[in-house]
T-cell receptor, first 112, second 115 residues
Framework: DTEVTQTPKHLVMGMTNKKSLKCEQH?????MYWYKQKAKKPPELMFV???????INESVPSRFSPECPNSSLLNLHLHALQPEDSALYLC???????????FGSGTRLTVV | AQSVTQLDSHVSVSEGTPVLLRCNYS??????LFWYVQHPNKGLQLLLK??????LVKGINGFEAEFKKSETSFHLTKPSAHMSDAAEYFC?????????????FGQGTTLQVKP
């Protein structure tokens, strides 16, 4: 298995909703990442997990809450989002950074 | 400070003609360099990587890139464009050797391929 699988592919949520994004990989990669990508822009790093521990939080608002239950799974819990949070959310993983990242196809999130 | 500059925001070629996407970088350390491709509404796919081995790097789908330290460049080329190559391309620097998670992305180049 050489893929990063993200679910759901599309999500529409209201500003008072709570939802979660899921990311899964079975490549034995020990680093996992959440990125946010707005249209026509490069991805922006949100969080880094290394060996299931949060190692980087790029000053992301607390309405985004990451979780790494095990070495294969990464979640992003969403609560009280704003319309400007609408974006493509990408998950990635890597064995070593110098090897490059494997990205999932993303979750297209729309906040209404 | 490390940075990446993709010199063209948009490149248009005809099918069957060569592709050149330009990337310059700035890094205080010996960087690892990557090219990723992103098709519409998809994630990023690694095309190729340079990690201080051979300066001419071959990637997937016929793409190549040459690392030129003297010019601080890592341009992406393909001899003959295919319609399926139409996508967004990102040049990426991973500065230094430590795992920081902080990849530096260029702003992207949109490749248009005309029939």
């Amino acid at each position: 298995d050489t893929e990063v699988t993200q679910t759901p592919k599309h999500l529409v949520m209201g500003m008072t909703n709570k939802k979660s994004l899921k990311c899964e990989q079975h490549m034995g990669h020990r680093a996992m990442y959440w990125y946010k990508q707005k249209a026509k822009k490069p991805p922006e790093l949100m969080f880094v997990y290394s060996y299931e521990k949060l190692s980087i939080n790029e000053s992301v608002p607390s309405r985004f809450s990451p979780e790494c239950p095990n070495s294969s799974l990464l979640n992003l819990h969403l609560h009280a989002l704003q319309p400007e949070d609408s974006a493509l959310y990408l998950c990635a993983s890597s064995r070593r950074e110098v090897d490059g990242y494997t990205f999932g196809s993303g979750t297209r999130l729309t906040v209404v | 400070a490390q940075s990446v500059t993709q010199l063209d925001s948009h490149v248009s070629v005809s099918e069957g003609t060569p592709v050149l996407l330009r990337c310059n970088y700035s890094s205080s350390y010996s960087p690892s360099l990557f090219w990723y491709v992103q098709h519409p509404n998809k994630g990023l796919q690694l095309l190729l990587k340079y990690t201080s081995a051979a300066t001419l790097v071959k990637g997937i789908n016929g793409f190549e890139a040459e690392f030129k330290k003297s010019e601080t460049s890592f341009h992406l080329t393909k001899p003959s464009a295919h319609m399926s190559d139409a996508a967004e391309y990102f040049c990426v620097v991973q500065p230094g050797s430590s795992n920081t998670g902080k990849l530096i992305f260029g702003q992207g180049t949109t490749l248009q391929v005309k029939p």
